[in-house]
């Protein structure tokens, strides 16, 4: 794939990401604000600390939201759309939508979900301030190994399907994957406090609306992508129908 290409899809991707994340954004504003506001005024009620607010809580919830939200789903996008450059025509006989569908999904599986299992998300201001920097890394370590460990289950079905059989090759690294992701689960350390009295409903809203706004955005993502993808990649040929006969010449009369 030439870098002509490759500039046309980034854009492309960078492009989808902002449309995605306009998606995403409704999604989070929607179902994630209400209960990180019940974490806010939990916060409120055992706090005795009083300090500054130095953004206020309306401009975090609306300006702070879609900037956060928008610049991820560019950045996303960007990545993404570089990942499909190098993943088209690699990992089997997809076609540019299919292949962008299945990258989603992987994305999807491999960037969010994986971690999160270990690390869900919690509503803000009920973990402790001064562990943020170590759970900042532990969660970034674990995407990282989610990532490597789904590259190294892809070359390792690679290799099997000669031997195996694509459908038992594909099996075989999806257990490879299963496992070395269950060990990273238990070498890592667990990360728990959340205190004993907040409302469970909250959590779980919380992590739910989390869930969902990375959901749609890797889902927009792949549908709006493989759109495009393919019309760059396969366009047709204006003014001509797929399976239509060539208009035949007629002869002059005399």
Known sequence: MNSTIVGKLLARGMATGLVAGLLALVVAYFLGEP???????????????????????????????????????????????LAYCFALGRVGAFGPRATAGLLSLSGLVTVYIVPFLKYPANPPAVSDAATIS??????????????????????????????????????????????????AYAFLPAVNEMPKDFPAEVVWQFRISALAVQAVLWAGFGLVFGVLAERLLQPRRAGTRIGAAEPRAVAPSA
């Not at 953004?55 to 993404?80: D, F, N």
């Not at 190294?152 to 059989?165: E, Q």
Request: neutral net charge; aromatic residues 6%; glycine residues 12%.
């Open 134 to 183: 170590q759970r900042t890394t532990l969660y970034l370590l674990m995407v990282v190994l989610s990532v490597l460990l789904a590259v190294a289950a892809v070359i390792l079905g690679k290799r099997l399907a000669p031997r195996l059989g694509n459908r038992n090759a594909t099996i075989a690294a999806g257990a490879f994957f299963v496992l070395a992701v269950g060990l």
């Open 35 to 81: 209960p990180t506001e019940a974490g806010i005024a939990y916060e409120a009620a055992h706090s005795h600390e009083e300090g500054e607010e130095l953004v206020s809580r309306a401009a975090q919830s609306t300006t702070g939201l879609a900037t956060g939200v928008l610049v991820y789903g560019v950045g996303l996008g960007g990545i993404a759309a």
